[in-house]
């Protein structure tokens, strides 16, 4: 991925967080503006808790946290353990899988009521979730 300018993870690692925290805004609350999802879920408080389960925050985010790219059999269940946990501190059990998922398949999602959290690399491992358009809001009157 070529880039000009640096996007959130590229140097904290933190991108899996960001990337969970987003899934969990486009499952939960689509239409809302960062700012009123961050009031109603209290993510600020919250973020220091999403921290804690990373198990080494300052080697995470040091930069060193993001390579959690599916190479090995532990590193899923490691993913599997920091959504579930993430999703937890959100107030709730949510179904997902972690798997190898091909851009084609990427495609034929129904994004209505899904969001896929992806991993993209080499050269380094970046978290990213797609997640479907929102409904616009009417406008309105005053």
Request: aromatic share 8%.
């Amino acid at each position: 991925m070529k880039t000009r300018i640096l996007s959130q993870g590229m140097l904290d690692g933190a991108c899996l967080l960001y990337a969970i925290v987003n899934a969990k805004k486009a499952l939960t609350h689509p239409n809302h503006l960062t700012h009123t999802f961050i009031a109603q879920t209290s993510l600020r408080a919250r973020w220091k808790e999403l921290i804690s389960i990373v198990g080494s925050p300052h080697k995470y985010l040091n930069g060193d946290g993001s390579d959690y790219s599916l190479r090995s059999n532990t590193e899923p269940q490691i993913i599997c353990s920091i959504i579930t946990n993430a999703f937890l501190i959100f107030g709730g059990p949510h179904q997902f899988t972690v798997r190898h998922i091909d851009l084609n398949e990427m495609h034929q999602i129904d994004y209505a009521d899904q969001v896929v959290i992806f991993c993209i690399q080499p050269p380094i491992d970046h978290w990213l979730v797609a997640v479907g358009k929102t409904k616009k809001s009417p406008p309105s009157s005053l």
